[in-house]
């Protein structure tokens, strides 16, 4: 009953930038966190950025100072700002968010990911 659809992904040249979003729908009563992963050819899928429902907010090194996360409490999307893009964060990144909802006091929800290319 709830649904989280990315968008924003594509191929993009190394040095440049995207924006990815995430909306969330359905029977939502709250979002607690909302977050990317990204999962890149041949290896585990890893965190990329968290942030609270409070505006909190946590990256892994490799992408502090050029990703930055935000979120619309109101339109329930969650957005990944991603600058100075290398070749190695070619990945299909994920969109996560822990969700309470009318059954169920919280819960994991995923999206389906989508692909970001970087590459000349």
């Known amino acids: 009953q709830v649904q989280l659809v990315e968008s924003g992904g594509g191929l993009v040249q190394p040095g440049g930038s995207l924006r990815l979003s995430c909306a969330a729908s359905g029977s939502i009563f709250s979002i607690y966190t909302m977050g990317w992963y990204r999962q890149a050819p041949g290896k585990q899928r890893e965190l990329v950025a968290v942030i609270i429902s409070g505006g909190d907010t946590n990256y892994t090194d490799s992408v502090k100072g050029r990703f930055t996360i935000s979120r619309d409490n109101a339109k329930n999307t969650v957005y990944l700002q991603m600058n100075s893009l290398k070749p190695e964060d070619t990945a299909v990144y994920y969109c996560?968010?822990?969700?309470?909802?009318?059954?169920?006091?919280?819960?994991?929800?995923w999206g389906k990911g989508t692909l970001v290319t970087v590459s000349s």
């Open positions: 996560n968010a822990y969700i309470a909802t009318m059954t169920h006091y919280g819960m994991d929800y």
